[in-house]
């Protein structure tokens, strides 16, 4: 028995097929699971109903004036050649050419769908259900060994969310997915213990996320009682159940993170809310304090012990007052007494004679010393007289050095009874002088 290497194998397997198909071929299908790598070469599957070819379109045949760029879930015809991948083994069309066939069945059938549920009104606004203001428990409809049951449950922990959750796993592709799904939303759907239904699933090609573009998962979800949240495939992947969701997230991730805002705003909520009950606390402590200080204040003022208080203190001023008045009359009695006693003995008879007798002495010496005093007095006055004479003596006023000026022996006070050319007398301490006048000056009177 001869023994092929898998090279071999693949060697002719490859010569087979390229020998069969030794020319281009052209092949009808669906894309579907469609990726573009860095170098810009494209990469799909090419599927009908029962089977499926891989395609690579590399960047060089690509020209976008003369060829269509393929898009998940349009039906084309790829014009090209028919070779094997020998390090994968698999076989595979090498493009030339891609051509747009219309819209795919896929994307036919998309399309019928979301227009029959949007004439129904499954998609009106105004029937969707607003997200609840507080959760504490919600119904996740999704796969349990997918990452997006783990990437969902990551953001809520990291965030600290401490809600309940019942995982309901379903499948969320394939032919048996549809029966899961639509049985879970029917159940979950109408369990008033929810407070919110999140249908979810992680990225996928439009084949694989087909499920949920299905008419009766779309019905299913627009019937549900509590408010619903979808997040199914990636940002771009936009499915008939996103449609119909009150809510649609774009990735789970993105429905945690949808949670989480809404416990941020509950705590943020509820921390405004208990600022403003402790400032109104605050308030009505600071107030009813203060009425209770009023309170006990006139609760002193007017109880029995403050008000024997005030009649103790009462009593007692009034006793100091009624001290004080009496003290204050026996000292006016006894002043008035005094001044009684007083005048009394002024007015003795006794007192009386001994003054007067103390008069008629008084007056006795005094008569004795009135000749003497008399004639003191006399003497002094005349000493008095005799010092004014000497004093106003003109012999003794010119021997302190003036002098007297007369004419014709009539002494001359003023300037103005002397004429010029008249001949006056001055006479000083030891002679007399003969002057003629030959000049005269009169001073102002300068006295007021």
């Known amino acids: 028995m001869t023994a092929y290497t898998v090279k071999e194998i693949t060697k002719r397997i490859k010569d087979l097929i390229e020998k069969n198909f030794n020319t281009q071929i052209t092949v009808v299908g669906e894309v579907s699971n469609l990726s573009e790598s860095p170098s810009k070469h494209i990469y799909f599957n090419l599927k009908d109903d029962s089977a499926q070819i891989k395609v690579v379109f590399f960047k060089m045949y690509r020209n976008p004036r003369e060829n269509y760029e393929p898009k998940n879930g349009d039906k084309v015809y790829v014009t090209g050649d028919i070779t094997v991948y020998e390090k994968e083994g698999n076989y595979q069309i090498i493009a030339k050419k891609i051509e747009y066939d219309a819209i795919g069945d896929f994307y036919k059938k998309f399309i019928n769908t979301k227009t029959l549920l949007e004439k129904e009104g499954l998609f009106d606004h105004k029937k969707k259900k607003d997200l609840p203001n507080f959760i504490k428990k919600i119904a996740v409809l999704t796969s349990p060994q997918g990452a997006a049951i783990t990437d969902f449950l990551k953001i809520l922990h990291a ?172 000292y006016s009695f006894s002043t008035k007494i005094e001044q009684l006693e007083t005048l009394l003995l002024k007015n003795n008879p006794s007192i009386k004679i001994q003054q007067l007798k103390k008069e008629i002495i008084f007056l006795e010496n005094k008569l004795h010393r009135l000749p003497t005093n008399r004639i003191e007095k006399l003497h002094l006055k005349i000493n008095s007289l005799e010092s004014i004479l000497r004093n106003l003596d003109p012999d003794n006023i010119i021997k302190k050095g003036y002098c007297i000026i007369t004419k014709d022996k009539k002494v001359i006070v003023d300037v103005r009874d002397v004429a010029l050319e008249d001949t006056l007398e001055i006479k000083m301490k030891n002679g007399y002088i003969q002057s003629f006048v030959t000049g005269k000056k009169i001073l102002e009177d300068k006295r007021g």
Request: hydrophobic share 40%.
């Open 159 to 330: 965030n600290k969310i401490n809600i309940e959750i019942d995982l309901w796993g379903v499948r969320v592709q394939g032919n048996e997915a549809l029966y899961e799904i639509v049985n879970a939303l029917n159940q979950a759907g109408k369990n008033s213990e929810y407070d919110l239904l999140i249908l979810m699933r992680g990225g996928g090609s439009l084949d694989e996320l087909s499920v949920f573009n299905e008419e009766s998962i779309a019905r299913a979800l627009f019937n549900c009682d509590i408010p619903t949240i979808t997040a199914i495939g990636h940002e771009r992947d936009t499915t008939i159940a996103d449609l119909v969701a009150d809510v649609r997230a774009s990735t789970p991730t993105d429905a945690a993170n949808k949670i989480v805002e809404i416990f941020k705003r509950i705590i943020e909520t509820l921390e405004k809310k208990s600022e403003k009950l402790t400032n109104i606390i605050n308030n009505s402590l600071f107030k009813n304090s203060q009425y209770l200080d009023n309170l006990y204040t006139i609760i002193l003022k007017n109880s029995p012990q403050m008000k024997l208080n005030r009649l103790k203190d009462l009593i007692s001023q009034s006793h100091k007052n009624i001290q004080y008045l009496i003290k204050a009359k026996i």
